[in-house]
């Protein structure tokens, strides 16, 4: 079974940065593409940046040129590098990762990421 879990949220000012790491355990050769979705409060959960093992990404229209998603396949890690950060990116973001061996999908507690104006 994954465990992932996130770290690096918190409270910036709009124009500022974060940087969000996910670190998985247990079951890691099964995982395939790794990611962030977000959560705003009312809203639904959107995907905001998607990896695949071999490095291909995938951005939400919102976040192209402001934010980058990485992976470090050797510590089981992926990143994501948030730069001017505007309020509506506030949410909580939740790491993803699915199986390459079954049809699960994981998903870490979620962090807190919050954005003033």
């Known amino acids: 079974q994954v465990q992932l879990v996130e770290s690096g949220g918190g409270l910036v000012q709009a124009g500022g940065s974060l940087e969000l790491s996910c670190a998985a355990s247990?079951?890691?050769?099964?995982?395939?593409?790794m990611g962030w979705y977000r959560q705003a409060p009312g809203k639904q959960r959107d995907m905001v940046a998607t990896?695949?093992?071999?490095?291909?990404?995938n951005y939400a229209d919102s976040v192209k040129g402001r934010f980058t998603i990485s992976r470090n396949n050797a510590k089981n890690t992926v990143y994501l590098q948030m730069n001017s950060l505007k309020p509506e990116d506030t949410a909580v973001y939740y790491c993803?990762?699915?199986?390459?061996?079954?049809?699960?999908?994981?998903w870490g507690q979620g962090t807190q990421v919050t954005v003033s104006s």
């Open positions: 247990g079951g890691i050769f099964s995982i395939g593409t």
């Open positions: 990896i695949t093992r071999y490095g291909s990404t």
């Open positions: 993803y990762a699915d199986s390459r061996l079954s049809a699960n999908d994981y």
